[in-house]
């Protein structure tokens, strides 16, 4: 299966700042999501990261908010941006294998303060 | 639209015995469903997975899921808990090859 390496681990963040989180595949793939994963919470979609379009984001997640990259098809970017306390939160980037299901990075636990 | 549905928020066991996490889906297709596991600052693990094959799947450390069409059910058991089986347990389907849904999660306490 696909391994996936995520980007930073964890941060603290100063609220009105912005971070931007990385995921890396060790092999090309057509599709990659984000997630938040709110304390306590259940996953929830942010976002789908086509290569060579725009994301397709859910109800509730705006581009503005959480503009995303995919400039090749082994790498994605999420950013959080203008960040408030309630951002607080684990994001994570999935792939969608073959046959395994699908693959999760380790995730960033992200702090605004 | 494809969802699922945990039964249980929390679901306490003795050590030594079953485990039953519940869970039921709703989709308009032969979902894809899965079964994942989320140890106390550790990433998500798949457990499983049913994609139409057998209707009974075997995962990892012991634990299994039956996929029951009639009561649209994908019920998670294991027959023995283990202490290090207390973690976050995720009921997931998938239609196709759109984004994994995942439940509200059922967190499994083992107390020995």
């Known amino acids: 299966s696909a391994v996936i390496s995520q980007k930073p681990s964890r941060d603290i963040c100063q609220r009105g700042t912005s971070l931007t989180i990385q995921c890396q595949v060790d092999?090309?793939?057509?599709?990659m999501f984000w997630y938040r994963q709110q304390p306590g919470q259940s996953l929830t979609l942010i976002a789908t990261?086509?290569?060579?379009?725009?994301?397709?984001?859910e109800s509730g997640f705006v581009i503005d908010k959480f503009p995303i990259s995919r400039p090749n098809l082994t790498f994605s970017t999420l950013t959080v941006s203008n960040m408030s306390p309630e951002d607080s939160s684990i994001y994570l980037c999935s792939v969608a294998g073959l046959r395994e299901g699908y693959t999760f990075g380790s995730g960033t636990r992200l702090t605004v303060v | 639209a494809q969802s699922v549905t945990q039964l249980d928020s929390h679901v306490s066991v003795s050590e030594g015995t079953p485990v039953l996490l519940r869970c039921n889906y709703s989709s308009s297709y032969s979902p894809s469903l899965f079964w994942y596991v989320q140890h106390p600052n550790k990433g998500l693990q798949l457990l499983l997975k049913?994609?139409?094959?057998?209707?009974l799947v075997k995962g990892i450390n012991g634990f299994e899921a039956e996929f029951k069409k009639s009561e649209t059910s994908f019920h998670l058991t294991k027959p023995s808990a283990h202490m290090s089986d207390a973690a976050e347990y995720f009921c997931v389907v998938r239609k196709g090859n759109t984004p994994l849904v995942f439940g509200k999660g059922t967190r499994l306490s083992v107390i020995a």
């Open positions: 990261a086509n290569q060579g379009s725009e994301a397709t984001y």
């Open positions: 092999s090309q793939v057509t599709m």
């Open positions: 049913y994609t139409s094959a057998a209707t």
